[in-house]
Nanobody, 128 residues
Framework: QLQFVESGGGTAQPGESLRLSCVAS????????IGWFRQAPGKGREGVSCILTSDGSTNYADSVKGRFTVTRDPTKKTVYLQMSGLKPEDTGIYYC?????????????????????WGQGTQVTVSL
């Protein structure tokens, strides 16, 4: 079972940027996808973004399109989430996890976790 360690969270003001890192215990570029999720206080967990480890294809929630960018570095077994133009509603604990893939042509990663198994996450707080 893959395990992930998230880091890079912190406190930012609206409009600022943060970069989160997700280090995987294993990393394959064959056919896998890793996603970022977040959970705001008192709310359920929601998908934010995902990336296919094979070719770097990405998918984003509408709420973060144009502001967040997900990338991967197979040599470091790491997936990054660059967050720009932060808003107070981006506040929450951010997690990464393996996600489902829609076997279309081309394949698309989905903002749905493969398993309900989560690490400790990293806290992001956006406030004045």
């Amino acid at each position: 079972q893959l395990q992930f360690v998230e880091s890079g969270g912190g406190t930012a003001q609206p409009g600022e940027s943060l970069r989160l890192s997700c280090v995987a215990s294993e990393f394959t570029t064959d056919y896998d996808a890793i996603g970022w999720f977040r959970q705001a206080p008192g709310k359920g967990r929601e998908g934010v973004s995902c990336i296919l480890t094979s070719d770097g294809s990405t998918n984003y929630a509408d709420s973060v399109k144009g502001r967040f960018t997900v990338t991967r570095d197979p040599t470091k077994k790491t997936v990054y989430l660059q967050m720009s133009g932060l808003k107070p509603e981006d506040t929450g604990i951010y997690y990464c996890a393996t996600v489902l893939i829609r076997t279309s042509i081309p394949p698309v990663c989905l903002l749905r976790p493969l398993e309900d198994s989560w690490g400790q996450g990293t806290q992001v707080t956006v406030s004045l």
